[in-house]
Each structure stands twice: as C-alpha cells, then as structure tokens.
C-alpha cells in the first residue's frame, strides 16, 4: 500500500560513483554536527562527526564538509557500495541546549549495481 | 550493534492500553536519551538522563508518558492511555561525556509501536 508521509529526497547512485548528501541546519549557535546512516528496521547509526571550529573532517571513505556561512553540511562517500543503501540523517547539536540532537530532514540513497 | 539495546522490538496494542519499553545503554555511558521516529521523518528528542537525574523533557512528552532510570542504568519509557498518534518507532541513545568532540549518542535498535 502507499506510505503516507514517506517522502524523502532520493538520491540514485551507481555502484563505485562517489555520493553527496546535502543539509541545511537551522541553528547557527550549534557547535557539533553528526550524520547518521538508517538501514530498514534499525536505528541510527553513527558515521562521522564534526565540530563547529572545523569546516572539512574525513573518515573511511566519508569526509564531511561544513559551511557555517551558509549552515550547510555535507556527507560524501567515495566509491559507494550496495552496502551504503540506507537513509541518512544529519543532526545538529547545541552544547547549553543540553546535547540533545536536532535532526534534518533524511536523505534516502539507492545504489544501483 | 552499538551496544544499546532495546526491548521490545515491536510491541502492537489496542487504543487505551498502557505500555512500557526498556532501553539498557551502553554500560560505562551517563547519558541516556528516548527520541521517537515517525515514518519518514528524522527522531524528535523526548527526554535525557544524566545518570538516574531526568534534566529535560520535550513538549512532544505529555503527560501521558514518563521515563525513569531509577539506578542511572537502563530506563523505561511509559505510555499510559496509547492513542493511535502513539505509533511510531521509539529510540533509546545513550552517550558519554569524555566524548573528543561533544557527545557522541549512540542509538539502540528502537521499539517499534503500533497502536490499533
């Protein structure tokens, strides 16, 4: 049946092509930003992080990139795998604000063999 | 799996009845968080714990609902009178604060609710 609701952004990638995952934060008091990636069923998962004082962090294959002039983030994954089908999630964070996360708006990503 | 875990997985019930999920965090972890996850949505913050102290609710948390974490170890997240708005995906976080950058949360599998 339709998923009422269930409308998330999607971005169709090809197996080995390098992926970018974009997000708009609405707190320019917050000092730390994470993505997170989803699989079906599961729950957030912890991919990289970076700090307010930074504008470029990389991980195994993901570097994300902000740009607090335009409280912008982004997530690139280089060389994407079947394995990197999942919905993910940016996530704001204001230290006064007692660290509770600020989710955004997810981005589905589809790797094509 | 992050080490967080959830209990139930899943849990449907009908309309009225009370309901209550356990989240056991990350052992050495202080912090433990409940967010709740509808379909197609990111999590919305519900309540945090330092230890067994709950230092912040949501508006989103009526009062229907109530979390404890009575040692400072895992918590319980309680529903009284479900209603069908109720149903959505609630997850546990737990994080500890000698985190490099600011406090990594860590999230347990979530429990699934349904309410008929």
């Known amino acids: 049946g339709e998923s009422v609701g269930l409308h998330l952004p999607t971005l169709s990638v090809q197996e080995g092509d390098n992926s970018i995952i974009n997000c708009a934060y609405s707190?320019?008091?917050?000092?730390?930003f994470i993505w997170y990636k989803q699989e079906s069923g599961k729950g957030p998962q912890f991919i990289i992080d970076?700090?307010?004082?930074?504008d470029k962090r990389q991980g195994q294959r993901v570097t994300v990139l902000l740009n607090k002039t335009v409280k912008h983030l982004s997530l690139q994954i280089a060389a994407t795998q079947p394995g990197d089908s999942a919905v993910y999630f940016c996530?704001?964070?204001?230290?006064?604000?007692?660290?509770?996360?600020?989710f955004g708006g997810g981005t589905r990503v589809l790797v094509k063999p | 799996d992050t080490g967080v875990s959830q209990d139930p997985r899943h849990k449907i019930t009908k309309r009225g009845q009370n309901v209550t999920f356990r989240c056991d965090p990350i052992?050495?972890?202080?912090?433990l968080y409940w967010y709740r996850q509808t379909l197609g949505q990111g999590p919305e913050f519900l309540t945090y714990?330092?230890?067994?102290?709950?230092?912040?609710k949501s508006r989103l948390l009526s009062d229907r609902f109530s979390a404890e974490r009575p040692k400072g170890s895992f918590s319980t997240l309680e529903i009284q009178r479900t209603e069908q708005g109720d149903s959505a995906m609630y997850l546990c976080?737990?994080?500890?604060?000698?985190?490099?950058?600011?406090?990594?949360?860590?999230f347990g599998p979530g429990t699934r609710l349904l309410v008929l």
């Open positions: 714990f330092q230890n067994e102290a709950q230092l912040e």
């Open positions: 707190n320019s008091a917050s000092d730390y």
């Open positions: 976080a737990s994080s500890d604060r000698s985190g490099r950058f600011g406090e990594t949360q860590y």
């Open positions: 996530a704001e964070n204001k230290k006064a604000a007692g660290n509770k996360l600020t």
């Open positions: 052992s050495e972890h202080n912090r």
């Open positions: 970076i700090r307010s004082n930074m």
